[in-house]
């Protein structure tokens, strides 16, 4: 799912069970010698990201619901799975 809302466009993955969201932002880096697809998630983007999933909860109406905001990364072979990737103070 690519969840869309007037603060911006995150590509991601929305997953709810038993009331709870999880936005998982996917990012993929092919090897070039400039970086890993964890260098992708700067303070900048993680800002909009945190940004549109509140933004979506809010157009939803699912402002009282709780959320984390987790990222696959993938490098060629290597997946790495981050869980809450947001952190206090990003906002």
Do not use: W
């Amino acid at each position: 799912m690519i969840v869309i809302t007037a603060v911006g466009l995150v590509k991601s993955t929305l997953l709810q069970r038993d009331g709870f969201i999880c936005f998982v932002e996917v990012k993929y880096r092919q090897p070039s010698g400039h970086g890993t697809a964890v260098d992708e998630i700067t303070r900048s983007k993680m800002r909009k990201i945190l940004m549109t999933a509140k933004n979506y909860l809010y157009e939803t109406n699912q402002v009282d619901v709780d959320y984390r905001i987790d990222a696959v990364l993938i490098d060629k072979d290597n997946i790495e799975i981050m869980q809450n990737i947001y952190t206090e103070g990003m906002e």
